[in-house]
């Protein structure tokens, strides 16, 4: 019987140990909403980054940007980093002018995007510091 009180007594301790948040189904169900929820955002994001890629691809002007600086963010997608890129954007017909863009790029590619490398952008006309490398 003294087993019985021991292992009743330790599960007792870590139940006082543990925060009420994490404790039965309803913490863990809790939490999962959560994650849920930054999933949901996340996932809603890159929904409207690749409508607005598909946008731009479509009705976006041409033109050419000159990377001026490029820092990575930290962030990965399929092993392939995020980077954000300072760029002197030139497009027929306007001035050239400076404009900051983050893109995920393959790993294959990062050496055609380092600083004095120009790319080809697509540009919305409405709103010209909204672009995509293309």
Sequence with gaps: MG????????????????????????GLMRLSKDGMAQM???????????QKAQHLSANG???TATI??????????NENPEVEMDLEVTVDGMQT???????VIAMIAAPQFQPGSTVPVKVDPAEPTSLIVA
Excluded: I, K, W
């Excluded at 949901?40 to 690749?50: E, F, K, P, R, Y």
């Design 97 to 103: 002018y400076p404009a900051t863009h983050r893109q």
């Design 61 to 63: 002007r041409p033109g």
């Design 68 to 77: 001026t600086a490029l820092r990575q963010t930290g962030t990965f997608v």
């Design 3 to 26: 087993f019985f009180r021991d292992l009743r007594s330790v599960q007792q301790q870590t139940r006082d140990m543990t925060p009420q948040e994490y404790r039965g189904m309803g």
């Design 40 to 50: 949901s955002t996340s996932l809603g994001q890159m929904q409207a980054d690749a």
